[in-house]
């Protein structure tokens, strides 16, 4: 198989990401809800009315926070029955991640390095590490820790997959299928690309909820990630 296409709902409203759900039909059955529709478009409530649906969802909430707030925040999520859910791949934080998933059907991804970032910008944040190192070092933490998957750019998905093996996810935003505008992304491929370097899940926002017909979009996505099969 050539991996899963995820269609990224960055709207701001419950109504804009139904019509873009129904436009899009039964060419993508996977979702992913971030802040903008989460806290101001109820997300929530969508989520879980496109699960009843029989759709996947994907909560890309970002956790990060006290053991405690993790455990129930984590254990919340999961009662809905969610696919996904990411937190910020720190080892504590996804320790207590993996265990309040344990037994559910929710998939934990550890966040390494936003794909809108690059090495300029973690040494500014005050890192010694750069891009690449520090997500080889929560790759093998988040390894450790018992979660689902990881989130990185598909740059580093080779490099992650060779820490990881094949008992991870590897979950790749920043694609931008021929043709598309970068925006603000950094380290960006091709569909084709991230497949083949080992990603099974791309995240795909603009160039599909931003283009005329996005069920044509999604088809060529969807095409250009067959060109590149190499994990189911």
């Not at 909430?61 to 984590?74: A, F, H, M, R, S």
């Not at 820790?145 to 590897?170: D, F, N, P, Q, Y």
């Not at 935003?173 to 690309?193: E, F, H, L, N």
């Not at 099974?200 to 969807?222: F, K, N, S, Y």
Request: proline share 3%; aromatic share 4%; hydrophobic share 50%.
């Amino acid at each position: 198989m050539a991996g899963t296409l995820i269609v990224a709902l960055d709207l701001d409203t419950r109504g804009e990401a139904e019509s873009l759900i129904a436009r899009l039909g039964d060419s993508v059955d996977f979702y992913k809800i971030g802040y903008q529709l989460f806290y101001g478009g109820d997300g929530l409530n969508l989520g879980k009315a496109l699960l009843a649906a029989g759709k996947r969802v994907f909560f890309d909430l970002k956790l990060l926070d006290i053991d405690n707030t993790i455990e129930k925040g984590v254990g919340a999520i999961a009662k809905t029955g969610a696919t996904m859910l990411t937190v910020h791949a720190y080892p504590k934080t996804m320790r207590v991640a993996a265990k309040a998933a344990a037994g559910s059907g929710l998939s934990v991804l550890g966040v390494t390095v936003l794909t809108s970032m690059d090495d300029g910008d973690l040494a500014e944040a005050g890192y010694s590490r750069d891009a690449a190192g520090l997500v080889a070092l929560r790759a093998q933490q988040a390894l450790d820790a018992g979660i689902g998957g990881l989130v990185c750019s598909a740059a580093e998905a080779e490099m992650v997959r060779g820490i990881v093996g094949t008992k991870l996810s590897i979950v790749t935003p920043g694609i931008r299928p021929a043709g598309s505008a970068v925006g603000d992304q950094k380290r960006v491929r091709g569909p084709a690309a991230a497949i083949a370097a080992g990603a099974t899940h791309l995240v795909v926002g603009r160039p599909i909820t931003a283009a005329a017909d996005p069920m044509e979009a999604a088809r060529g996505i969807l095409a250009e990630m067959a060109g590149g099969t190499r994990f189911a």
